[in-house]
C-alpha cells in the first residue's frame, strides 16, 4: 500500500509539473507570440509636418524615431476626410455607409460589432484614451478616459470607467499622464493589451501648450506654392469651399482674442505669449496678399506648436516602453484620422479627396517584424486597421469587414492582389466649411471625383499635375482614362456595397418605438387663458414663454421624426411659437413675414424652411414634421407642403428646454432675445413619430 501511494504520488507530482510547464511554455509563448498594440492617433495631422515625410515647417524627432525604426506609408488613405467617420472606420472595419457614422454629428452606435470587442474576446485588455468624438459610450473597452465631444485644450472634463474627472493642464499632457498611468499601473501585465492613445491636437483652433507657446517666434515658415490658388482649373465645388486663410479664420483661431476657459496662471502665459504681437499687427494696418500671409503665419505656427507638444509627448510613451522592456514585443502605430491642409490651396482644414486631406500619415514600428527605415508605397487605408490588429492577435477577421490585414505589408510581403485603388465618399454637406458631397477613385497615377450632387466631375493626372490644379476631364486624350476610371469606380462602389444609402440602425428602434405624444399643451390651470374653438387657449405677448420643459435627453429626431403644432392664431406676422436647443443644435418653429417657417440648428449652421403665409387674427391648424431624411412638411389646416429644406435634419438630443411661446436662453435662430409670439395658442402638441391622415384628422377636429 505503502509503496503504491508513493507511486501514485510520484505520479501525480510528475503530471501536475508537466501541467505547469505546459502552462508556463503556454504563457510564455502567448507573451512571446501577441505583441501588444499601442495605437497613436492624432487629429487633424498633416504628413507635410513630419521630418520623416520630409517636412519643411517642422522637426519631429520622436515621431520620427517611429519611421526610423519602422516602416513608413507614403501612400495611406482614408474612406472619408473627417474626424468621427474616419474613427468609427478604423473601429469598425467598414465604410461609413455601413457603420452608420458619415458626418460629424452623428452618433456612433456602439452595439455593432467593432475591433476592440473582438480583441476582447481574443484575451486581450482594450483601453481607449484621450480624443474619442464619437458621441456614444465606448463598448468594447476595459477601460476608457477619453474627452467629451472634442474636448478643450485646457483644463478638460473627462469621462473615465470610473465616472467624471475634471483635469486642470494641458490635454495632450493630460492625456499622455494618463496613458503612461494606465501602461504602469492599471492594466494586468499578465495579459497583451491594445490601446488606443488619441490626442486631440493639432485639430482647430490650435491652442499651443505653455511649454511650446513661443517655439517659432522668430521663424518665418515657408509657404506652400499654391497658397494663393485661384481654383481655376477646377468645378465650383473648390471655389465654393468657406475654409480659406484668407477669409475663415475667427479671431480665436487667430489669437486676437484669448481661450475662454485658462486659469489666471494659464491666461498670464498666454497673453504674454501673444499681446504684444498682437499689439504690433495692429499698427502694421496689413491688407491683401500681406495679410493672408501673416495670417498664414500666424495659423501654421500654432498649429506646428501644437504637434510640437504631441511629439513630445509620444516621445514620452516611447521612452517608457524603452524603459520597461515593453517595446520589443509592443507594435506602435501613429497615424492621424486624416490629413490636412497647411495652406495648400489657400485652405485650412480637410474634408477634400485631393492629396493633403485624403492622404493620412501612417508610421508602424514593430521590432523583428518590420525591417528599419522601410518605405512602403502600397495603397493602405484607415479600413486596414481592424483587421490588421485582429490577424495580429492571431483572432479571426470577420468577413464582412471591408478592408485587409497590414500584416504581411509589414513583413515585406505585400499580396498579389493587394488594392490598386482606393475609393473615397464625403458627406457632410451642408455643413461646416461647405464642402460639397463628393466620391471618387484614385489609383497610382490617376484621380477622378465626382461632385454628384453638383453633376460635375474632376480628373487628375498626379503625375503631371501632382499639386491637382487643373482637372483634365473634359480633355479629349483622357477619354478613354477617363472612361476606365469610371468603370473602377463603379466596380469599387458595388465592391464595397455602397449604393447611396447609409445603413439606418435607428429604423428598428423606431419601429420598435411607435409613436408617442411628448406633450400636449391644454393651458387648462394656466394664467391668461380664454375660451376657444379648440379648448382652452393661451393668450401671448411675445415676451413671456407659456411653458418651458426640461429636455429628456432621450427626444432624439436622428432616429425618429418630430411632429410638432396645434391651433394658433397670430395677431402679428413675426414671433417663435416653439423652440428647443440653441445655438450649435436645435429648432424653431415661428411665423417670419407672416409665413410659417421651421428652422433646424446643426453644428452651428441654421437651415430653414418657409411654408404659407398665415391669416391673421384667425385660427388655423399648423404641423410641421421634420424628418430624418432632410425632409420637412407643413400641415396647414390639413393641406400638406413639402419643403426644400436642405437639411432638416437634427443629430442628437437638444440638451436645452423645449420652450412655448418664444425662444430663451441660447437661441436657435437668427432673431433677437425679444423674439416671441404675439396671439393665441391652443391645443399644441409635440409627438416623437409621425401621424397618419386619420390621426392628423382627430387632431383638428376632435368630433
Ligand atoms: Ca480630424
Known sequence: MMRFSNQLLTLTVL??????AQTSTAQ?????????????????????????YGSVVNQTPNLDRIANEGMRFDRAFVTNSICGPSRAVVLTGKYGHLNGFV??????????????????????????????????????????????????????????????????????????DQTLKYLKERRDPEKPFFLMYQHKAPHRNWQPGPQEINNYNNETIPEPITLFDDYKGRTSAARNQAMTVKDHLSRFDLKLDPPKNLTPEQLKVWNAAYDKKNAELEKLNLEGDALIRWKYQRYVKDYL???????????????????????????????????????????????WMYEESFRTPLMVRWPGKIKPGTVSKDMVMNLDFAQTFLDIAGAEQPADMQGASMKPVFEGETP???????????????GAHSVAKHNGVRTERYKLINFYENKEWELF?????????????????????????????????????????????????????????????????????????????????????????????????EYKPVTLGGFIYPTSGNGVIAAQGGASLGYTMQLVNGKISFS?????????????????????????????????????????IQTDIKAAFLTGAPADAFTLGLDGGSLVGEYGAANGFQGKIADFRLYWGTLDKEELQGWRDPN
Open 28 to 52: 510564455a509563448q502567448n507573451k512571446a507570440t501577441r505583441p501588444n498594440i499601442l495605437f497613436i492617433f492624432s487629429d487633424d495631422h498633416a504628413y507635410q509636418s513630419i521630418s520623416a
Open 461 to 557: 493626372d498626379l503625375q503631371e499635375d501632382p499639386n491637382e490644379l487643373s482637372s483634365v476631364y473634359d480633355n479629349p486624350d483622357y477619354a478613354d482614362i477617363k472612361k476606365e476610371l469610371e468603370g473602377e469606380l463603379k466596380r469599387l462602389q458595388e465592391f464595397y456595397k455602397d449604393d447611396g444609402t447609409v445603413i439606418n440602425f435607428g429604423a428598428a428602434r423606431a419601429k420598435a418605438y411607435p409613436t408617442q405624444l411628448v406633450r400636449r399643451f391644454r393651458f387648462g390651470d394656466s394664467e391668461n387663458t380664454e375660451k376657444s374653438p379648440h379648448g382652452t387657449a393661451v393668450v401671448t405677448n411675445g415676451k413671456k414663454q407659456v411653458f418651458n420643459q426640461p429636455s429628456s435627453g432621450k427626444f432624439n429626431p
Open 600 to 640: 433646424v440648428r446643426s453644428q452651428g449652421q441654421l437651415f430653414s424652411a418657409v411654408g404659407p403665409e398665415i391669416a391673421l387674427n384667425q385660427w388655423t391648424h399648423v404641423v410641421a414634421v421634420l424628418n430624418r431624411n432632410a425632409k420637412l412638411t407643413f400641415f396647414v389646416d390639413g393641406k400638406e
Open 103 to 176: 458626418r460629424n454629428g452623428n452618433t456612433f452606435n456602439g452595439n455593432q460589432q467593432t475591433v476592440s470587442k473582438l480583441l476582447q474576446k481574443a484575451g486581450y485588455q482594450t483601453a481607449v484614451i484621450g480624443k474619442w468624438h464619437l458621441k456614444s459610450t465606448p463598448i468594447g473597452f476595459d477601460y476608457y478616459h477619453v474627452l467629451i465631444g472634442q474636448g478643450p485644450y485646457y483644463n478638460p472634463p473627462m469621462r473615465t470607467t470610473e465616472g467624471p474627472v475634471n483635469h486642470i493642464g494641458y490635454t495632450t499632457e493630460i492625456i499622455t
Open 15 to 20: 503530471a501536475l509539473s508537466a501541467t505547469i
Open 416 to 430: 498579389d492582389d493587394w488594392r490598386q485603388s482606393v475609393y473615397y465618399h464625403y458627406y457632410e454637406f451642408p
Open 305 to 351: 506648436r501644437c504637434i510640437d507638444s504631441v511629439d513630445k509627448n509620444v516621445g514620452r510613451v516611447l521612452d517608457y516602453l524603452e524603459e520597461s522592456g515593453l517595446a520589443e514585443n509592443t507594435i506602435v502605430i501613429y497615424t492621424s484620422d486624416q490629413g490636412w491642409y497647411l495652406g495648400e490651396h489657400g485652405w485650412y482644414d480637410k474634408r
